[in-house]
């Protein structure tokens, strides 16, 4: 005899669905079931992350303005789309991490003229397989560097909570690491042309984020956008430095 039991929360049905808790009334899994749950979830994810990727490239301060201020649905959650980001980033990175990682390390190696041949070629050995491992992790900690400093820069104008601000980085960061795909691409046609085009994209996009996002002065917004990328960039420096420095130490 059939059972009339729900599966999941053990309440007595003979209906499709459970009354109480909306699970399907229990039935062996068939191919048409596995491929139409594939299908409506693609087809569910499409509108959103298409619409998220086009406005943070087209309007990215109106877009984020619109989600804070409680247009959500139409777009992809800031955390998905950020682990989305970094997934497909990381993904082509170690897809093409060797060579990418000799390209970058030898844009130090030329600028170090201390060291003998072969202890330029230990260090970087051992950089090179210190940075592949912890890469994604590295990449994480500039998400509270830039929240911190926009919301310090632009707390008074905004009104934004730290947290409000921390969403608007995770959207603007992740748009960035997508961007690095197509930079990073270049470094095979001309070593260090992909940090001139990551360092352009950044310089441009961020002021055109708050510019939009805070609507300040324009002179103002740029001013403030080129100094926090300028603070990133020492502190993210210092930080890399500080745990080189004590990954070495430890290893050797």
């Known amino acids: 005899m059939e059972s009339t039991t729900c599966r999941n929360c053990g309440d007595s049905t003979i209906k ?20 139409g749950d594939f299908l409506s979830n693609l087809l569910a994810l499409e509108g959103p992350i298409l619409r998220t990727i086009k406005d943070l490239t087209l309007r990215p301060g109106i877009m984020i303005n ?16 950020y682990i989305l980001a970094t997934t497909v980033y990381f993904l082509f990175f170690y897809a093409w991490g060797d060579e990418i990682l000799v390209m970058f390390s030898d844009i130090g190696a030329d600028a170090n003229t201390t060291g003998t041949a072969a202890q330029i070629s230990t260090f970087q050995q051992e950089m090179n397989e210190f940075q592949s491992k912890n890469m994604r ?12 400093l926009i919301w310090l820069f632009f707390r008074r104008k905004s009104g934004h909570s730290f947290t409000e601000t921390f969403v608007a980085s995770l959207y ?17 046609f001309h070593t260090g042309v992909s940090l001139v085009l990551n360092a352009i994209f950044m310089f441009i996009y961020l002021p ?9 002065g324009v002179l103002k917004t740029i001013l403030k956008s080129f100094t926090i990328i300028a603070l990133v960039f020492i502190l993210y420096g210092l930080l890399m430095a500080v745990i080189s420095v004590v990954w070495i130490i430890l290893l050797r």
């Open 66 to 81: 619109d989600y804070l201020q409680g247009k959500r649905k139409v777009y992809y959650k800031p955390f998905q789309y």
């Open 137 to 148: 992790l590295f990449t994480f900690f500039q998400i509270p560097m830039y929240s911190w």
């Open 16 to 35: 499709k669905f459970c009354p109480s808790c909306g699970e399907q009334k229990y039935k062996r899994i068939l191919m048409k079931d596995v491929l």
């Open 208 to 216: 055109w984020v708050l510019i939009q996002l805070y609507c300040e």
């Open 172 to 188: 603007i960061l992740a748009q960035m690491l997508l961007f690095g795909i197509i930079s990073t691409s270049f470094e095979f």
